[in-house]
């Protein structure tokens, strides 16, 4: 095939695609160069996310990455694609990001800034959530340039370990109701950091507006299958579903991609 690289291409038509693994070592912006032969439209995305609709000799586009691996993938719109290879670089500085610090932003009920040696500012936000129905919350005031999915990197710890037992080695993961502007929540699960002095980042793809935006963080103890009942009650003292929000160090926000 004139123009490929390696052993080929992959012939993508309409509605076919192909994926791609990507590892990235930080929550960070990096650049898409996928080479693409043939006449056809194809449409990228990064982890569930569209990115850019891609052709011959356009299709490069600046991503914001998750640590860790990422999915990437290219599927046929029209025509056929002739997907060659895609070349990933890291460029964190190519979308521009802007740093909120929890311990700044707008705390309600037990929710509190407290020091912690090694979060930004060594201070973060821990106390979010609590028993159902309450009003623990932390909440960003967020400024977007223009409507579109961005991609907000939670910096969080999450210390909250249940013992583990013979049958169930860690059944225990902090949440995060995230709810942008008032709309329904979107919960997100916060894999343990093992200390609350030990912060991670998380990238969570939000929906924002022009302007200013709210992003609060709510959490709660969930329900059993019931919908009624919960674990604390029919096994108190047990640590089998977590109430709390993780500590909140800081959130950076950017757009989820760019040309
Ligand atoms: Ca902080």
Redesign the pocket.
């Known amino acids: 095939m004139p123009g490929s690289t390696g052993s080929g291409v992959a012939e993508v038509r309409e509605g076919q695609s192909v994926t791609f693994w990507v590892y990235s070592a930080r929550d960070a912006a990096a650049t898409l160069d996928l080479g693409l032969l043939g006449s056809g439209k194809a449409l990228v995305t990064v982890n569930g996310v569209e990115v850019t609709e891609a052709r011959r000799g356009d299709s490069t586009v600046a991503v914001s990455m998750s640590g860790g691996v990422n999915k990437v993938t290219v599927t046929g719109r029209t025509g056929t694609s002739l997907v060659d290879r895609l070349d990933v670089r890291p460029t964190p500085d190519a979308l521009p990001a802007t740093v909120h610090?929890?311990?700044a932003a707008a705390l309600a009920g037990t929710a509190k800034a407290a020091p912690f040696s090694l979060?930004?500012?060594e201070?973060?936000v821990t106390g979010i959530g609590g028993p159902p129905g309450n009003a623990n919350t932390l909440t960003f005031t967020v400024r977007a340039d223009r409507d579109g999915t961005y991609a907000m990197r939670v910096r969080y710890a999450n210390p909250e370990q249940s013992a583990a037992t013979h049958y169930n080695p860690d059944p225990l993961a902090r949440h995060a109701d995230v709810s942008v502007n008032g709309a329904a929540p979107q919960r997100v699960l916060f894999p343990h950091t093992f200390h609350e002095n030990d912060f991670w980042e998380l990238t969570v793809p939000v929906r924002l507006k022009k302007g200013d935006n709210t992003v609060r963080f709510a959490a709660q103890e969930l329900p059993n299958f019931d919908g009624t009942t919960y674990a604390s009650q029919t096994f108190p003292g047990v640590l089998l579903r977590s109430r709390y929000a993780p500590v909140i160090?800081?959130i950076t926000v950017a757009p989820f991609s760019g040309r």
Do not use: V
Request: cysteine-free; aromatic content about 0%; glycine content about 10%.
């Open positions: 610090q929890a311990e979060a930004d500012g201070a973060a160090d800081r």
